[in-house]
């Protein structure tokens, strides 16, 4: 069912998601707005009753789920849950408009684009190339997401883990907005979402480091990974991009150019086959569901 599940969410993102309807930002928002108008501002609020708050609309599905007992109707939830984890039209848009200023020579279309990419994902790393900085969107939008839907899958908390990580990390993309009320009277002290952001991409940025080292240049990724594998304040970002770095080394002037985004889209690309297929070895060895 996991691999079911991850499978037609990844081929409909692709195909057939062509609207802002499927991005969970929007859920999100509404999730925001509503508590921020109701008593759940006072659990949000609260130093220790945010996390709840966080975790709330998840925990609320798997219980449905649970009660439900339906394998059919866990695997429709999850899917569909799933796909709005990934789905990331907003920043699609912004990527083709990229490519095509890049195709027609415009470079300062093409910067305009990346960094809208970069301001509205938090990016932390100002100085990363245009391929590095699609890398981290894709470990946002994809890896971590489905890191947190395989590893609480065998315990029926698939649906939990994603759409709590997407609201983490849409909080954190939020941190900018706080001249809204309603994101303010939520957030608090941004410090707390940027820790608790900050340890959902911790392990899952060093797996699919080992991953980019796995489909790339092993020696040196595996000499950056291990670097950071221990390191429990060293930013995720950093992480992920100084690991990938080193599987797919560029030469400096290929920076910022199209061989730059294709390159690391396309070690992305190679990391997430690589865990699709383990994912399949792991469904069909009885590990995994």
Not at 80 to 109: F, S
Not at 123 to 138: E, K, R, V
Not at 183 to 190: F, I, P, R, T
Not at 213 to 223: P, Q
């Amino acid at each position: 069912m996991t691999l079911i599940s991850m499978l037609l969410a990844l081929i409909i993102e692709r195909l057939a998601v062509r609207s802002d309807k499927w991005q969970a930002a929007g859920y999100c928002r509404a999730y925001v707005r509503f508590s921020a108008s109701s008593k759940l501002s006072l659990l949000a609020s609260n130093r220790l009753g945010q996390y709840l708050w966080l975790a709330l609309p998840g925990a609320v599905v798997a219980l449905l789920l649970c009660l439900a007992d339906s394998h059919l109707l866990s695997l429709l939830v999850n899917t569909l849950v799933l796909l709005l984890g990934i789905g990331c039209w907003h920043y699609r848009v912004l990527y083709k408009q990229y490519l095509n200023a890049m195709d027609r020579g415009d470079e300062e279309a093409a910067f305009i684009s990346m960094q809208q990419i970069r301001s509205q994902m938090g990016s932390t790393q100002q100085q990363s190339s245009y391929g590095q900085l699609l890398l981290w969107l894709n470990f946002r939008y994809y890896a971590a997401v489905v890191f947190w839907f395989l590893v609480l899958s065998p315990f029926g908390l698939a649906a939990f883990g994603v759409m709590t990580y997407a609201l983490v990390r849409h909080l954190q993309e939020a941190v900018d907005e706080q001249d809204s009320a309603d994101y303010a009277a939520v957030l608090g002290d941004d410090s707390k979402i940027n820790c608790i952001a900050h340890w959902a991409f911790w392990f899952p940025a060093r797996l699919f480091g080992l991953g980019f080292a796995l489909v790339g240049h092993f020696s040196r990724a595996s000499n950056v990974l291990l670097s950071y594998f221990l390191d429990f304040t060293a930013d995720n970002e950093q992480v992920v991009v100084a690991v990938a770095t080193a599987a797919e080394t560029l030469p400096d002037e290929s920076l910022n150019t199209l061989d730059d985004s294709s390159y690391m889209v396309q070690l992305a690309k190679r990391n997430m086959l690589f865990f699709l297929a383990f994912t399949a070895i792991l469904t069909l060895t009885g590990w995994l569901g």
